[in-house]
């Protein structure tokens, strides 16, 4: 008999806003995102049977009702705060979640019920580009938050093979503090090697890493690389199947949530390119890919990095340039002019081929981005 899969599809912008959930928190969001239709904006509210909800949490049943106002009130009180596409110094902020409640049916069964506040609903439904996804048992498995965070920080860039990210990006997305692990050994210790151990034994991924940015000869290590494959030999020994697709209506097991194992394979989404269309030099897809993940999915960002080139000329690697001066832009180093002063000569150069070496391109890049890392740091 096939194995089914319950699917979370997770918006990209969404996925660098939940460093402040906590374990039992990370895992019943990554359940809200299972059970629901991302193509059925009608439906937000999820309903739990309170038993069910202890077992997936791996806690003993507890019903004081002290124990259970606390889990409201937190899930009550996440934020979530959107950049403002224009100027990121600004931004908007709401409620994740604006209604929980906990009650019982005619036959006396409890349950635990959450609905998604109306300002959210965009991030979490009727979404085509920039998500991920990924079955709902590896989130499951994990045994702690950093261990989920950093499981859906790479899971994110699986389709790339590689992630380059600063330290202090890292503790930010890991809702680690920025002076917790002043050493880079204890992080690497109870944080790197501890996800690497956990990834590699209980989800569909697992990564390498290494020192990629430091600060000066020898110096403090300001970024690190992981390269993420996909695990071959994961086994799920998570015994709730039944308990899992008790949660999936089956409207839903009829449309995009649901998949076969024997009818299709595993797919990593990319990011939608055709945002760049404005683009006119003879790109490849993949490099626009490249620019369009420094940039965060944000095309605006992009285009004003390009009006940027088009008004300076002479570049000889456009892709390289863009994914710098994006870098810039959103580090607040510099601000794209309000004139363009537009030239009659051709502007870019060396397009022959576009074989790049891409560990050359990251490593052209943050050459150019050093000076802008060492301020930061210093």
């Given at each position: 008999m096939a194995r089914k899969k319950v699917?979370?599809?997770?918006r990209n912008i969404l996925n660098e806003m939940l460093s402040r959930f906590n374990l039992q928190e990370l895992r019943l969001f990554s359940i809200y995102l299972g059970r629901i239709n991302p193509r059925d904006q009608t439906k937000p509210i999820v309903r739990l049977e309170i038993n069910d909800f202890y077992r997936i949490m791996d806690l003993q049943p507890q019903r004081d009702k002290e124990y259970l106002n606390k889990i409201v009130t937190s899930l009550l009180t996440k934020v979530i705060y959107i950049p403002d596409?224009?100027?990121?110094?600004?931004?908007?902020?709401?409620?994740?979640?604006?209604?929980?409640?906990?009650?019982?049916?005619?036959?006396?069964?409890?349950?635990?019920?959450?609905?998604a506040h109306e300002k959210a609903i965009p991030l979490l439904f009727d979404y085509k580009r920039d998500y991920f996804k990924y079955e709902l048992w590896n989130v499951l498995n994990l045994e702690s938050s950093n261990q989920i965070r950093m499981y859906e920080i790479l899971k994110q860039y699986e389709w790339r093979g590689e992630r380059i990210i600063s330290v202090a990006e890292l503790k930010a997305l890991l809702g680690i503090e920025r002076k917790e692990y002043p050493s880079f050994g204890d992080f690497k210790k109870r944080v790197l090697d501890a996800c690497k151990k956990a990834l590699k034994e209980k989800t569909d991924i697992e990564f390498t890493y290494e020192p990629h940015l430091r600060s000066g000869r020898g110096g403090k290590i300001q970024s690190i690389r992981f390269v993420i494959i996909k695990n071959t030999d994961y086994v799920c020994h998570l015994k709730l199947d039944n308990l899992i697709y008790?949660?999936?209506?089956?409207d839903v097991?009829?449309?995009?949530?649901?998949?076969?194992?024997e009818q299709s394979q595993e797919s990593t989404l990319e990011p939608d390119v055709t945002s760049l269309k404005f683009i006119q030099e003879p790109l490849t897809d993949r490099d626009k890919l490249f620019i369009l993940q420094a940039a965060n999915g944000?095309?605006?960002?992009?285009?004003?990095?390009?009006?940027?080139?088009?008004?300076?000329?002479?570049?000889?690697?456009?892709?390289?340039?863009l994914i710098s001066m994006i870098g810039k832009l959103k580090n607040?180093?510099?601000?794209?002019?309000?004139?363009?002063?537009?030239?009659t000569v051709n502007r870019f150069n060396n397009f022959d081929g576009h074989n790049y070496d891409f560990n050359e391109l990251e490593r052209l890049e943050?050459?150019?981005?050093?000076?802008?890392?060492?301020k930061m740091n210093n």
């Open positions: 699917i979370v599809e997770k596409e224009k100027n990121n110094s600004n931004f908007r902020a709401f409620v994740l979640f604006k209604e929980c409640a906990i009650e019982s049916d005619a036959k006396g069964n409890r349950y635990f019920e959450i609905e008790k949660f999936i209506e089956p097991l009829k449309g995009v949530k649901y998949e076969n194992t944000d095309a605006t960002l992009v285009e004003a990095a390009y009006d940027m080139a088009k008004s300076q000329g002479g570049i000889n690697n456009l892709t390289a340039w607040d180093e510099i601000s794209p002019p309000v004139n363009v002063k537009k030239q943050l050459e150019l981005l050093m000076a802008g890392y060492n």
